[in-house]
């Protein structure tokens, strides 16, 4: 069975940090774009950032609402795929999602593009 599972979230104070991991089952994320969106409750899912397959580069994307303070990066030994997040604010507060697929440059914008899903790790931003 193909899948991805995340892992990470948890209770933070605004303005710390937190990294959320993905990795895959069954399958390489070397080989496909992974991006991370989020929900918030009451929201619709949004995308947050996207990092391209190893050999199209593996470059970045990342909505406007984390860029400078969220970084996606990849661990080749490990097969994983991160998102470290830094300077959270209570708006970051969601469930977040890392979805694996394709698309070149990724797209963080096309959640049509990703075919495996994870079930979601929470993270919460309150003092």
């Known amino acids: 069975q193909l899948q991805v599972v995340e892992s990470g979230g948890g209770l933070v104070q605004p303005g710390g940090s937190l990294t959320l991991s993905c990795q895959s089952i069954?399958?390489?994320?070397?080989?496909?774009?992974v991006a991370w969106f989020r929900q918030a409750p009451g929201k619709e899912r949004e995308g947050v950032s996207c990092?391209?397959?190893?050999?199209?580069?593996?470059?970045?994307n990342y909505a406007d609402s984390v860029k400078g303070r969220f970084t996606i990066s990849r661990d080749n030994a490990k097969k994983l795929v991160y998102l470290r997040m830094n300077s959270l604010r209570p708006e970051d507060t969601a469930v977040y999602y890392c979805?694996?697929?394709?698309?070149?440059?990724?797209?963080?914008?096309?959640?049509?593009?990703?075919?495996?899903w994870g079930q979601g790790t929470q993270v919460t931003v309150s003092s």
């Open positions: 990092i391209s397959a190893i050999s199209n580069g593996g470059g970045t």
């Open positions: 979805a694996a697929g394709f698309g070149s440059p990724c797209s963080y914008q096309q959640d049509a593009n990703y075919a495996y």
């Open positions: 069954g399958f390489s994320l070397d080989y496909y774009a």
